[in-house]
Nanobody
Framework: VQLQASGGGLVQAGGSLRLSCATS????????MGWFRQTPGREREFVAA????????YYADSVKGRFTISRDNAKKTVYLQMNSLKPEDTAVYYC???????????????????WGQGTQVTVSS
């Protein structure tokens, strides 16, 4: 299984970006995919997750109403549409895949077995 994140960049506060996570070797048993972010010296933070079967979505309170996670089954790609970006959204964003997670663990980085390489998002004030 390989995950390739892309779409990061530099944007002004209030702007938008769309991150993509392309997958290869996607297992039939995939339970969920998620986005996390990390800044230097801090633990990886949950951003959003999508249940692969059914498409239910879950968000951190800090991004609810601004970010939208979605998937394209045919392209085996997950997206994170980020609107109304704030300087505090600046981080390296990682996509991740879980084979076994239950809903209550979707926000835990430990529930994900596979990770992409990360893409930098910088929001200037």
């Amino acid at each position: 299984v390989q995950l390739q994140a892309s779409g990061g960049g530099l944007v002004q506060a209030g702007g938008s970006l769309r991150l993509s996570c392309a997958t290869s070797g996607l297992p039939y048993s995939t339970r969920a995919m998620g986005w996390f972010r990390q800044t230097p010296g801090r633990e990886r933070e949950f951003v959003a997750a999508i249940r692969w079967s059914g498409g239910n979505t879950y968000y951190a309170d800090s991004v609810k109403g601004r970010f939208t996670i979605s998937r394209d089954n045919a392209k085996k790609t997950v997206y994170l549409q980020m609107n109304s970006l704030k300087p505090e959204d600046t981080a390296v964003y990682y996509c991740a895949l879980s084979l076994y997670a239950i809903v209550s663990s979707f926000s835990s980085s430990r529930a994900y077995e596979y990770w992409g390489q990360g893409t930098q998002v910088t929001v200037s004030s």
